[in-house]
């Protein structure tokens, strides 16, 4: 195992990080959304998602004036270890919880995003 998939599991072993991880493999997400779900201030999930970007974990897609989060798709053995660990997390009622919530916020908020980013640009 290399350096960077070590780097991977330390990342992951962060809670508030594998929750974020775990809502995003359920429906790409706003900050305001993740910390909605997770109960901690947008600065505090920014810092997160900075460092699961710089890892290329995560990736975003702008929707201005936001941006969007997604899981980015990982080489090979990174890819098969976020897998197994987020697969591993899914039996837990708390990360259900947390998909679920991530989910709903997906559907209802992101049209609502994307029709007022539209009009704004108008």
């Known amino acids: 195992?290399?350096?960077?998939?070590a780097e991977l599991l330390v990342t992951?072993?962060?809670p508030t990080r594998l929750r974020i991880l775990n809502c995003l493999s359920t429906a790409p997400l706003f900050v305001s959304d993740?910390?909605?779900?997770?109960?901690?201030?947008?600065?505090?999930?920014?810092?997160?998602?900075?460092?699961?970007?710089?890892?290329?974990?995560?990736?975003?897609y702008p929707v201005l004036p936001y941006l969007i989060y997604t899981l980015?798709?990982?080489?090979?053995?990174?890819?098969?270890?976020?897998?197994?660990?987020?697969?591993?997390?899914?039996?837990d009622p708390a990360a259900q919880h947390d998909c679920a919530a991530a989910l709903d916020r997906s559907r209802s908020r992101f049209e609502t995003r994307v029709r007022g980013a539209v009009m704004n640009a108008s």
Not at 1 to 5: D, T
Not at 35 to 49: F, K, N, Q, R, Y
């Open 1 to 5: 195992m290399g350096n960077i998939s």
């Open 12 to 14: 992951l072993a962060e």
């Open 34 to 60: 993740l910390s909605a779900i997770c109960d901690l201030p947008d600065g505090t999930i920014v810092e997160h998602m900075d460092k699961l970007e710089s890892l290329g974990i995560v990736r975003t």
């Open 72 to 91: 980015a798709p990982l080489p090979g053995t990174r890819e098969r270890l976020l897998r197994s660990v987020l697969d591993a997390v899914r039996g």
